[in-house]
């Protein structure tokens, strides 16, 4: 029987819980706090949809700004082919009306782009800016000052505040060594 008395000794007797009884809650208190809760769950979840529709509006800009640099980007060589042909006809002695109709044809082709914010840079005359120019030379020259672009090779453009293209351009270097012993 020793292990009667073990069992014995291991149970515990178990007294019922005693229940707090409920402290008079006001119903209008709990209902304002849940009105409060609502109330902040229902600004953030405004906020929450505003932020949203906000970030929703940048992305279909950005992506709208990239296609337009994408599709630009692509006709520019287009654009560098046409003004290479027109200046070949040009010097070939091409009929006049041709070179007027290739000109009209150029000139549409530029204001639509300009209308999506293409800009053409004219580089000849200015003083090199590498963030502008691409420089593919150096040459001595008496008439344009160092530093200065003497000729554009190939035209730059920008797309509204972007930088597309820089222009590849032949800087002068001031004049020749030879001329300045003179």
């Known amino acids: 029987m020793p292990e009667a008395e073990e069992q014995e000794a291991t149970l515990e007797v178990l007294e019922p819980e005693t229940v707090e009884e409920p402290v008079d809650v006001d119903p209008l208190t709990s209902i304002q706090e849940e009105n409060a809760t609502l109330q902040d769950r229902l600004l953030r979840l405004q906020a929450d949809f505003e932020n949203f529709r906000k970030r929703t509006q940048r992305e279909r800009s950005e992506l709208y700004v990239r296609a337009n640099e994408d599709l630009v980007e692509q006709l520019l060589p287009v654009l560098d082919t046409f003004e290479l042909g027109m200046a070949n006809a040009e010097k070939s002695g091409a009929d006049s009306s041709i070179l007027e109709g290739f000109a009209l044809v150029h000139q549409q082709t530029l204001a639509t782009l300009e209308r999506f914010g293409l800009e053409p840079l004219n580089a000849e005359g200015e ?34 505040d972007r930088l597309l293209r820089a222009a590849q351009v032949v800087v002068s270097s001031g004049p020749a060594a030879e001329e300045e012993a003179n």
């Open 127 to 160: 003083p090199f800016d590498p963030h502008h120019h691409e420089a593919i030379t150096h040459m001595p020259s008496a008439d344009v000052a160092a530093d200065s672009v003497i000729a554009q090779t190939r035209r730059g453009y920008r797309l509204g």
